[in-house]
Nanobody, 124 residues
Framework: QVQLVESGGGLVQAGGSLRLSCAAS????????MGWFRQAPGKEREFVAG????????LYADSVKGRFTISRDNVKNTAYLQMNSLKFEDTAVYYC?????????????????WGQGTQVTVSS
């Protein structure tokens, strides 16, 4: 069993930055692919970014490419999402997910573990 806890959300002005963290417990993070998703009010949860177990391979949604960076520290058992140049449309609850597969997946049903989410609000 894996427990995930996100932190780092908040209110920021457009153009600003935030760094989200996802702390894992119950299982070594190095065995898991990590993904960040987000869900805006009235919308489905969507893929934002993913990183493989080694951290060498990443994948991003087109909407955040060049602005967001996913990373991980397997020693600290924590994954991160650095968000720069934030836009109003980035406002959402951000969730981290984990799965034990070998390929980064972009669909929610491929992730067996989820955190409770952290709210990111970008003011225009």
């Amino acid at each position: 069993q894996v427990q995930l806890v996100e932190s780092g959300g908040g209110l920021v002005q457009a153009g600003g930055s935030l760094r989200l963290s996802c702390a894992a417990s119950g299982r070594t993070l190095s065995t898991l692919i990590m993904g960040w998703f987000r869900q805006a009010p009235g919308k489905e949860r969507e893929f934002v970014a993913g990183v493989t177990q080694s951290g060498r391979t990443t994948l991003y949604a087109d909407s955040v490419k060049g602005r967001f960076t996913i990373s991980r520290d397997n020693v600290k058992n924590t994954a991160y999402l650095q968000m720069n140049s934030l836009k109003f449309e980035d406002t959402a609850v951000y969730y981290c997910g984990a799965n034990g597969g070998g390929v980064i997946r972009m669909t929610t049903h491929d992730y067996g573990y989820w955190g409770q989410g952290t709210q990111v609000t970008v003011s225009s």
